[in-house]
């Protein structure tokens, strides 16, 4: 029953599904963006500093 239920709402909800991939697509890329910016920010400040 609970299986049915499961299938029913994936097949009758695949744009709530596709959404939710590409907000968790979207913010997963958005964090390793920011993590390079902040690991360039501090490489670079490190070499400031070493200079």
């Given at each position: 029953m609970?299986r049915l239920?499961?299938n029913?709402?994936?097949?009758?909800?695949?744009?709530?599904?596709?959404?939710?991939s590409?907000?968790l697509t979207?913010?997963?890329l958005?964090?390793l963006r920011?993590?390079f910016q902040?690991?360039?920010?501090i490489q670079?400040?490190?070499?400031?500093?070493?200079?």
């Amino acid at each position: 029953m609970a299986r049915l239920l499961l299938n029913a709402l994936f097949l009758a909800k695949p744009d709530l599904l596709v959404l939710a991939s590409q907000k968790l697509t979207s913010f997963v890329l958005t964090a390793l963006r920011l993590r390079f910016q902040v690991a360039f920010a501090i490489q670079s400040y490190s070499i400031e500093e070493a200079l």
